[in-house]
């Protein structure tokens, strides 16, 4: 079984993320993981935490000089903010001389009332610490392993960021990515390096210009904003996930996987929503053989059919809605006395969409290796090639044998 547990508070000591049921022998090192830890704390917009934290892997257990020994896979990252946060976030019972005023007051839209009701606690302190985006830099931690291991099979990962606060670009990538007019040698982490070197994570410059303004805007005003980004896998080959079961389902997974980070509240596989306004003339892709492989002119559906991967590129998009703590804040309640009044103002992000994109490509990558490993096995990652390679080479063969009518001319 492919798991991976994450335990930590954003101003504790450290994050410990374990991964569990990778294969033997893939090559993992401390560099690659540390380089997209950095990926998910860049973005305009962002917080002064950022400023703090330089989030970086200590690698405790599972590889040995270099490659995975099959073992779990324990990393842990530290929070630097710590350091200002001993004597708070402490395991120990204070002193009787300790003075601390306990949260009272929710913000609207996080998770401080409903951490409080439902597990009893006396200190919104206590429902911030976890529900915290911090845990996401464990994500992204587990998420890079898997990332490594799809790499060993072509399989790659990349994100932009579609919109922020409304604001496109002129040119629809999403829509040239779902018309299938990408090349031959398309691949997701190139999107990812193309949008990693906009501030705000976005393919267009005029785009970029638009949308910072716009974030300058709402920081003046003491608000946030939200945004939309695609997240794409290519490389995928036929046949991950399964129609048997809702559980093995490969839409399902990455659905609940995507929709699992903080604040995102909507995800699309392919043209999603819009397909529902569409004949379905227009949503569905023609099937064609091409060099003696089955493939679709378009990839509307996403690289998913019947919860099954089609061998095309894995098309998610997502929304995430602006972060909940703002400087103008909104009407809320005191607990201490039960009146009326403003949300307590903290320090936060004003926009993490391009951050969020970094942590959906773990989180895709994540569900990706599951699904692999689920259907190919092994032990050691040459097992695994030599059962992916088998079935990748035979599976034309096996479509034409069963279908003898057209077998000859195949
Ligand atoms: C985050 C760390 C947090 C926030 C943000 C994401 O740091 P702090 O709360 O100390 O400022 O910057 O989390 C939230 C916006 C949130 O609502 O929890 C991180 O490491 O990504």
């Known amino acids: 079984m492919v798991r991976f547990l994450t335990s930590g508070e954003s101003h504790g000591k450290s994050l410990a993320t374990i991964v569990e ?19 998910r704390q860049a973005g305009y917009g962002r917080g002064q935490r950022m400023k703090i934290e330089s989030d970086s892997v200590e690698i405790i ?24 946060w001993i004597a708070i976030m402490s395991s120990e019972i204070p002193s009787s001389s300790f003075v601390y005023d306990k949260i009272s007051i929710p913000r609207p839209g996080h998770a401080d009332l409903v951490g409080i009701s439902k597990y009893n606690y006396d200190d919104i302190r206590n429902s911030i610490e976890r529900s915290s985006a911090r845990e996401t830099a464990s994500r992204v931690a587990a998420g890079t392993v ?22 496109y670009s002129k040119k629809n990538y999403l829509q040239n990515l779902l ?10 982490w190139r999107i990812a390096e193309s949008a990693d070197k906009s501030d705000v994570r976005v393919l267009d410059n005029n785009q970029e210009e638009r949308i910072i303004r716009k974030i300058k805007y709402a920081k003046k005003n003491g608000d946030t904003l939200g945004g939309t980004f695609v997240t794409i896998a290519t490389g995928v080959p036929v046949g991950l996930g399964s129609f048997m079961h809702y559980d093995r389902r490969l839409d399902a997974a990455i659905g609940h996987s995507i929709m699992s980070i903080n604040a995102v509240k909507g995800v699309e ?5 819009d397909a529902a306004e569409k004949f379905g003339s227009q949503v569905h892709d023609e099937i064609f053989i091409k060099d003696n492989i089955f493939t679709r002119k378009t990839n509307r559906s996403g690289g998913i059919e019947g919860g099954v ?25 005191d607990l201490k006395t039960m009146k009326k009044v403003e949300a307590r103002r903290e320090r936060s992000d004003f926009v993490a969409v391009p951050a969020c994109a970094v942590i959906s490509e ?18 050691s990652i040459e097992e695994t090639k030599d059962n992916f390679s088998n079935y990748t ?6 479509i034409a044998k069963n279908f003898s009518g057209w077998y000859k001319d195949f």
């Open 21 to 39: 049921g990778f294969p033997s022998n893939i090559k993992l090192r401390k560099d690659y993981i540390d380089f997209h830890l950095k990926r």
């Open 61 to 84: 257990s599972g590889i040995r000089f270099g490659k995975s020994l099959g073992s779990p896979i324990c990393l842990l990252i530290k929070n630097n903010d710590w350091e200002n």
């Open 146 to 167: 898997a990332r490594k291991f799809l790499e060993e099979f072509g399989i790659t990962i990349g994100s932009y960021v579609e919109s922020i606060s409304g604001i």
């Open 179 to 188: 018309m299938n007019k990408t090349s031959r040698n398309f691949s997701a």
């Open 269 to 273: 596989i392919g043209n999603g929503f």
């Open 309 to 333: 991967s089609t061998g095309l590129p894995i098309i998610v998009r997502a929304s995430m809605k602006p972060i909940s703590t703002l400087m103008k804040p909104l009407q809320t309640i």
């Open 362 to 379: 773990s989180m895709l990558a994540w569900i990706l290796a599951e699904f692999f490993i689920e259907k190919f096995g092994g032990d």
């Open 393 to 398: 080479k035979k599976l034309q063969k096996r």
